[in-house]
């Protein structure tokens, strides 16, 4: 299915729109949890996002937030300033890509990860010089070799050359592993409703 820009474009507002909603607090936050642990809240802006461009909507800023919490980061919940939660996704580390195959279509980071990236999760691809965008991890997952983890990926890799980043789901963190009392920063966040 094709949908319209403008369609993408409408449907990404309408619920970027929701976590402006209630009155309890004066913004909504993001909320990064372990599982359902909650590690640290970091209040968002109001409004929280921006218009829609593209089928995507950027948020504006977002501050820091002080953990709660010892835990490895692998949710994070987007919730209104009532604190109920609009929507919820896969995080994690973001790792550097070591090497790109296109026959295969698979994308290599350092160290062994194979437990972290199985079948059918969502990778983003960001910093990079042709491959920025989301991938569904292929139904076979992460494979290791020779110390390294291999990923390979249901859409085709356009771009031969292995730099940039990957992380799960919609957003990326420079360390996923969070202590109690740590500050902790997110650098941007965007939210993509729907994809072709």
């Keep these: 299915m094709d949908t319209a820009t403008a369609a993408k474009n409408a449907a990404c507002d309408a619920i970027v729109d929701l976590v402006d909603a209630g009155s309890a607090n004066a913004q909504g936050m993001l909320v990064i949890k372990d599982d359902t642990t909650t590690l640290v809240e970091c209040d968002m802006s109001n409004p929280a996002f921006g218009a829609a461009s593209s089928g995507a909507s950027a948020a504006a800023a977002i501050s820091d937030g002080t953990a709660v919490a010892d835990g490895t980061a692998d949710v994070v919940s987007i919730v209104d300033r009532d604190e109920t939660e609009i929507w919820s996704d896969d995080c994690g580390q973001k790792r550097t890509i070591t090497a790109v195959d296109q026959t295969d279509d698979e994308f290599t980071v350092a160290g062994d990860h194979t437990a972290e990236y199985t079948a059918g999760k969502k ?14 991890i292929a139904k076979e997952g992460a494979s290791l070799d020779t110390g390294n ?19 799960l789901g919609s957003l990326g963190l420079n360390n996923a592993s969070i202590v109690t009392s740590q500050t902790v920063a997110v650098s941007g966040y965007t939210y993509t409703p729907l994809s072709d």
């Design 123 to 136: 990778i983003r691809v960001v910093s990079s010089t042709g491959n920025d965008g989301h991938y569904t």
């Design 149 to 167: 983890t291999v990923i390979p990926v249901d859409e085709q890799i356009p771009s031969a050359v292995a730099d940039g980043q990957l992380h």
